[in-house]
């Protein structure tokens, strides 16, 4: 079965930075896009930052843009989500996402709190 296991996120101050990793199993790795959303208090999820399959093309919101990074190991079955220069409104639980034959798939969720 389709499976998401996220690692990272934490406590971090204005400025800093943090890495999220996801590795996937159960199904062709190399053949999905993946997907970085984030949920803040009150808000609804959105989708932050995306990456094409194979040839790896990169999408993002506007207001991580510059400052974060999408990437992806298709030897490691990983998709990594490196954010830099972090601010308060980054705060959110990141969840890493594909969709494998029309279905969704979801991380289990990362608390990514930025605070001084």
């Known amino acids: 079965q389709v499976q998401l296991v996220q690692s990272g996120g934490g406590l971090v101050q204005p400025g800093g930075s943090l890495r999220l990793s996801c590795t996937a199993s159960?199904?062709?790795?190399?053949?999905?896009?993946m997907r970085w959303y984030r949920q803040a208090p009150g808000k609804e999820r959105e989708l932050v930052a995306a990456?094409?399959?194979?040839?790896?093309?990169?999408n993002y919101i506007d207001s991580v843009k510059g400052r974060f990074t999408i990437s992806r190991d298709n030897a490691k079955n990983a998709v990594y989500l490196q954010m830099n220069s972090l601010k308060f409104e980054d705060t959110a639980v990141y969840y890493c996402?594909?969709?494998?034959?029309?279905?969704?798939?979801w991380g289990q969720g990362t608390q990514v709190t930025v605070s001084s």
């Open positions: 159960g199904f062709t790795f190399s053949s999905y896009a």
């Open positions: 996402n594909t969709r494998v034959w029309n279905t969704a798939y």
């Open positions: 990456i094409t399959d194979a040839i790896g093309t990169t």
